[in-house]
């Protein structure tokens, strides 16, 4: 407790806030900005510490400040590690004819994407070094991944247009296969 004189016959008593264990030493609250700058490549849960900026240990002596990395869910993206993985929707002409595309990556560049070919649903595209840079070392980078599914067209054919399909599919003889597709899951 301290004891301030306000003027003649009036005292004031103030509770000073000191450590329990060694009461000649008083804690002040103060105020510092510190800045950490987020490095390319740094993940999520990695850790970075400020040497005797946390608060004083038993003995009086600051600790560490230590300001952990939280990464927020992107909308397109997802990481694992250095690799980045997204899905593609494509309309079932474009699944059956082809396509090419602009994917906008997380720093603003564009990734070509194209097939010539048919594409199915479950269908996956390796794009190396376009995934994330590496903390350690930022000339290396991770791969993309995207993955395809296929919209299919809502609408009911004629007779006449199923036919059509079926002349150009050529999967008269193609009977439905039954079979576990979780084995090794």
């Not at 850790?47 to 992107?74: M, N, Q």
């Amino acid at each position: 407790m301290v004891t301030h004189q306000m003027g003649p016959g009036r005292f004031s008593m103030t509770q000073n806030t000191v450590c329990d264990e060694c009461p000649n030493v008083q804690f002040v609250t103060e105020e510092k900005l510190l800045e950490i700058e987020i490095e390319a490549g740094m993940r999520d849960g990695q850790e970075h510490s400020f040497v005797a900026e946390g608060e004083p240990h038993l003995e009086g002596e600051p600790g560490d400040l230590k300001i952990r990395i939280v990464t927020k869910p992107h909308p397109v993206y997802e990481r694992r590690g250095d690799d980045l993985y997204c899905n593609v929707t494509l309309s079932l002409l474009e699944a059956l004819t082809g396509f090419e595309m602009q994917l906008k990556h997380l720093d603003g560049h564009f990734v070509s994407v194209s097939r010539e070919t048919t594409t199915w649903p479950g269908a996956k595209i390796r794009k190396k070094n376009e995934g994330m840079p590496n903390y350690d070392n930022n000339n290396q980078f991770g791969t993309l991944f995207i993955t395809f599914d296929v919209e299919f067209p809502k609408v009911a054919f004629t007779a006449e247009e199923k036919e059509n399909l079926r002349k150009i599919l050529k999967q008269d003889d193609l009977k439905p296969k039954i079979y576990n597709g979780l084995r090794g899951f």
